[in-house]
């Protein structure tokens, strides 16, 4: 499989919040859930573990752009990607899992407050973000 490396530094410790810009390619020839993830892992987080590893995140919309991005791991369950991390530099692996899922945009963010802040933090203000902060695709 074709991987995707990113590096990034992050001046605070924390817990990060991680979304995707992403569609779905309508296809006659594809059930509506067989085009929708990519692997992402991120080695040199802090935690849970289960993230450092390649795991599948799933969206996007029917033929529009959206901010969905859910994991969905084994023995662990489906939820939004909230990510552990020390100060300092660290990586991001994406990887294909099903034909016609696009990224465009990927946004980390840090969020205050517990676990449960960090699955509810809003990502309604990102298409308004600054283009500076993108990771771009």
Not at 11 to 35: I, M
Not at 82 to 90: K, T
Not at 116 to 127: E, H, P, S, V, Y
Request: proline share 4%; charged share 25%; hydrophobic share 35%.
């Amino acid at each position: 499989t074709d991987e995707i490396s990113y590096r990034f530094h992050l001046h605070q410790a924390g817990r990060y919040r991680f979304v995707w810009r992403n569609l779905r390619d309508l296809r006659p020839d594809y059930e509506s859930d067989k085009n929708n993830d990519s692997w992402v892992s991120f080695p040199t987080s802090e935690g849970p573990e289960h993230l450092q590893q390649p795991f599948k995140v799933f969206g996007g919309g029917h033929n529009t752009w959206n901010w969905n991005a859910n994991y969905d791991i084994h023995d662990v369950g489906k939820d939004k990607v909230c990510v552990e991390f020390a100060a300092g530099p660290h990586e991001m692996v994406l990887s294909a899992r099903s034909h016609h899922h696009a990224i465009d945009r990927v946004a980390i963010f840090w969020v205050a407050g517990e676990e449960a802040d960090c699955r509810n933090a809003g990502t309604n203000d990102l298409d308004a973000a600054s283009e500076s902060m993108w990771m771009k695709l």
